[in-house]
Structure formats: C-alpha cells, structure tokens
T-cell receptor
C-alpha cells in the first residue's frame, strides 16, 4: 500500500505552546484519518478528512487535508498535559477498509 | 457505542506454545476486523484483514500459518500465535469496522493484548 511519512517523530513542548504534526504521501490519498494513542492505551479515532483542502476543527485541534490530497496536518493550539500521546495519521487502502498508518508523532507536554 | 474488547489483556507464555487472542465487538456487528502488531514506540503494523465467514487476507511478510485468524461471527475474531517464540513478543491490537450506523471507514480499536514469550 501507499506509504505515508509522518513528521516529526517526537515533539516536546511547554504547556501552552502549539504543536503540529504532518503527514505526507507521494501519491494522492482518497482519505486521511487521525488517531490518538495515549501511553499504554489503544488508538482512538479523532477525525476523517476526504475532500481536497478540507479543514475541520475539534476544540483546540485543527485538521487539514491538502489541496492535492497528498498531505495532511494536525495542529493543537495551546497544548495541555492531557494532549500527551502519539498521534497517527492513516489512510484507507483499497476497498477493504484497511488503514495504513504513518509512523506517528509522540507529543510530550511539560507542565 | 462501538466498543471493542480484547482478551486476554496480557499473556506470558513459554516458547513453543500457542496463544489465542480474542477480539469482540460488544455493541455492534462488525463486517470487518483487523489485526495489528505494535512494537514499543513504533507504529501499528497491519497484519491481516478478516471478514466473517471467509479467509483472512494477510499483509505481505506475515506468515498465515504462524498467525492463524478465525472470524467465526460478526462479533468475534481470534488470532492464534502458533509455536510462539520470543521474537513474537509484542502488543497485538484488533480493530473493527463496518457496523450499522457507523462510518464505513472508521475503525474502533480494542485495548490490545501484550504478549510476552519467554
């Protein structure tokens, strides 16, 4: 399946600072999904983007899908300690519903 | 809604033995279940896609005779790690999708099973 590259791998921020993780593909994606995995936990669905240039917001989280549908970003405004975890992007591959995940970005927030 | 359970949550077994992990969708019928493997601080690696009543589709590099998947009903899929070895030690996570009223592409993950082979 198509690989997606996610950067950065790790990010340490001070509480209150912003955070962004990027997901990039060399080919056009049909959709992009974002998941959050807390330390010791399992991935939890955050959102799905399907339209070119789509922007969706969930409180302090802003998700974007690029115009060319080859990249996506997740931006967190004014991070809190509860934002700690690993954020994965994933895209649907084929018509089986399977997801191919990026490498994930682990966010640490210092209080 | 859309809760997925896994059992056991943690298992320690001796090398050479087989281990069965169960994945259940508790409040919906999942048309498809997926099995992932995750190494520490690494991403989720899809192992196989499982549909009820049919053979699982394995990803490249995943040994189907090593990792047996059975999907007997719309709410239960099992993964059996046969003749486990220490290199099979990992975090195994299942997910389910396709329930009625749920977004087609959204996957609901189980809590995972940590397997340690000694």
């Amino acid at each position: 399946g198509q690989q997606v590259m996610q950067i950065p791998q790790y990010q340490h921020v001070q509480e209150g600072e912003d955070f962004t993780t990027y997901c990039n593909s060399s080919t056009t994606l049909s959709n992009i999904q974002w998941y959050k995995q807390r330390p010791g936990g399992h991935p939890v669905f955050l959102i799905q983007l399907v339209k070119s240039g789509e922007v969706k917001k969930q409180k302090r989280l802003t998700f974007q899908f690029g115009e060319a549908k080859k990249n996506s970003s997740l931006h967190i405004t004014a991070t809190q300690t509860t934002d700690v975890g690993t954020y994965f992007c994933g895209h649907g591959s084929g018509n089986t519903g399977k997801l191919i995940f990026g490498q994930g970005t682990t966010l640490q927030v210092k209080p | 809604g859309a809760v997925v359970s896994q059992h056991p949550s943690r298992v320690i077994c001796k090398s050479g033995t087989s281990v069965k992990i169960e994945c259940r969708s508790l409040d919906f019928q999942a048309t498809t279940m997926f099995w992932y493997r995750q190494f520490p601080k690494k991403s989720l690696m899809l192992m196989a896609t499982s549909n009820e009543g049919s053979k699982a589709t394995y990803e490249q590099g995943v040994e189907k005779d090593k990792f047996l998947i059975n999907h007997a009903s719309l709410t239960l899929s099992t993964l059996t790690v046969t003749s486990a070895h220490p290199e099979d030690s990992s975090f195994y996570i299942c997910s389910a999708s396709g329930g009625a009223g749920l977004a087609l592409d959204e996957q609901y993950f189980g809590p995972g099973t940590r397997l340690t082979v000694t």
